[in-house]
């Protein structure tokens, strides 16, 4: 069992940057790969960012790409997102989660827990 909780999330202007955090709890938490997905109003989850269980391999989706960075620390059981360069596009409830690695980064249905989210509001 791993629990999630997010922090991090505000309001800045565009062009501004933002770091989030996903602090998690239990000894497997490095054996997890972590991702980050985002929901605007009315929109589905979205992919955002993933790292796998040792931080040697990342995956972004190409919106993010070159602005969002995501990396973990084992020791602290947390895993971050710096967001850079902000538009009011990623404007959305931030949500980081646990994979077992079964399947592939790129899709809710292979992440197996999940944090209560955080807001990130961008304004014009």
């Known amino acids: 069992q791993v629990q999630l909780v997010e922090s991090g999330g505000g309001l800045v202007q565009a062009g501004g940057s933002l770091r989030l955090s996903c602090a998690g709890s239990g000894r497997t938490f490095s054996s997890y790969g972590m991702g980050w997905f985002r929901q605007a109003p009315g929109k589905e989850r979205a992919f955002v960012a993933a790292?796998?269980?040792?931080?040697?391999?990342?995956y972004y989706a190409d919106s993010v790409k070159g602005r969002f960075t995501i990396s973990r620390d084992n020791a602290k059981n947390t895993v971050y997102l710096q967001m850079n360069s902000l538009k009011p596009e990623d404007t959305a409830v931030y949500y980081c989660a646990a994979t077992a690695g079964r399947g592939s980064y790129y899709y809710t249905f292979s992440y197996v827990y999940w944090g209560q989210g955080t807001q990130v509001t961008v304004s014009s």
């Open positions: 790292i796998n269980w040792s931080g040697a391999t990342t």
